[in-house]
């Protein structure tokens, strides 16, 4: 058995290599205590924390019975320059790149399943941790999994199997940070700790794409982020091969996040730009009320009054959080004619939150 064990390994490193997974290691199933306990202490920071706790479990064995190994592939990307055009709306190369590695792994899975074992692809389980104790790499000091060849810029595939696969050992390799503090300092919202602690509260990561209220603090940090947020990591000098080699974005790229078109789109009940971003960044993050309330946010941030026409049609969105967004991205365009728009809906709105979020709107133009 530990011969074919062996072998079976070495089968899925060498179809993983073929797949884009220059990396990977095998970590075992035993219950990640040290991520829980972590998780636990930041609870009383950050009451945010408790929302992670809900997606993910520190126990294997509660997704799958007999599970013996944790297989952690590692797929690296190329991040994009920072210099979106006007009217873009950026967004990490993570989300572009995450849909190609996500077919990549379950591919990767039916070797294991072609050996009559069971495989179940991105298990709700701690990433990062099995990435540090299969051997992968180490945490750095914004809580990102670094490697020597490729930094921060990858991503992480789990694979829980009950295939008794030979295990790697943990990574030996402390985080290189030393008295490094730039992540830190250029944090938009202050959320990465001298500990390594990143507080989802704060994190602009969390609120991409949201389906709900996003703080008004957070609103205007997140300027023209549409997708991710990668500031901590374009100033890591660990990072700093990537950033040389950082790409373009192409024309496909550039139309489908231009907000314009992503506003204009739903106003004229147009889904061909949504339909775009599906096949960009993958269904689940291309959701029409999440696309939709990130679009309005950046609207607001961008000082153009051109937008005011469509912010008045999404006004009256069904959904009250992108209502809320486009009384509140109003407010800060800062116009006479949104503040009519504003005026108007405060007559018929009936959702409480949406009304403080119109009346904060109309007071702001007010005080211009």
């Known amino acids: 058995m530990a011969e074919e064990m062996m072998l079976l390994k070495s ?60 297989v952690v592939a590692l797929y690296p990307y190329t991040p994009y320059f920072d210099d979106f055009p006007p009217g873009v709306g950026t967004y990490s190369a993570y989300y572009r790149e995450y849909p190609r590695g996500r077919k990549a792994a379950a591919q990767l899975a039916e070797v294991i399943v ?15 941790a099995a990435a540090y104790e299969a051997g992968l790499g180490w945490f750095g000091r914004n809580g990102l999994i670094y490697t020597r060849e490729y930094g921060s810029w990858i991503i992480l595939y789990l694979i829980l199997t009950n295939a008794p696969l030979p295990l790697d050992r ?19 919202t202050h959320a990465i700790s ?16 949201t389906s709900g209220f996003v703080p008004t603090d957070i609103r205007s940090k997140i300027g023209n982020r549409f997708l991710g947020c990668d500031v901590c990591q374009q100033v890591c000098p660990r990072n700093r091969q990537g950033m040389l080699q950082a790409r373009l974005l192409s024309d496909e790229d ?8 992503i506003l204009k789109g739903w106003c004229e009940n147009d889904r061909k730009n949504l339909e775009q971003l599906a096949d960009l960044i993958g269904r689940n993050y291309a959701r029409s009320q999440r696309v939709l309330s990130s ?18 049609k999404t006004l009256g969105h069904s959904y009250p959080p992108i209502r809320g967004h486009s009384a509140w991205a109003l407010g800060r365009l800062g116009s006479e004619s949104g503040r009519k728009i504003l005026l108007e809906a405060l007559k018929t709105e009936t959702d ?15 005080c211009r």
Request: proline residues 7%; contains cysteine.
């Open 11 to 70: 089968r899925i490193i060498e179809q993983g290599r073929r797949l884009g997974f220059p990396i990977i290691g095998i970590t075992g199933v035993r219950s990640f205590q040290t991520w829980y306990e972590a998780l636990e202490k930041r609870k009383e920071l950050d009451p945010e924390v408790v929302k992670i706790g809900d997606r993910i479990t520190a126990t294997p064995q509660d997704i799958m019975a007999d599970a013996r190994a944790i």
């Open 114 to 128: 072609g050996e009559g074992y069971d495989a179940v692809v991105e298990p709700p389980l701690p990433s990062k």
């Open 170 to 188: 943990r990574s030996q390799q402390n985080s290189l940070c030393g008295n490094c503090t730039l992540c830190m300092e250029a944090c938009p």
């Open 194 to 209: 001298r500990d390594g602690a990143v507080l989802p509260g704060r994190c602009l990561r969390n609120y991409m794409l």
């Open 254 to 261: 550039i139309q489908a996040f231009n907000i314009f078109s």
């Open 295 to 312: 679009a309005v946010i950046i609207a607001g941030n961008s000082g153009d009054p051109t937008y005011i026409p469509f912010l008045a």
């Open 352 to 366: 409480a939150r949406v009304i403080q979020e119109i009346q904060s709107a109309i007071q702001r133009v007010d």
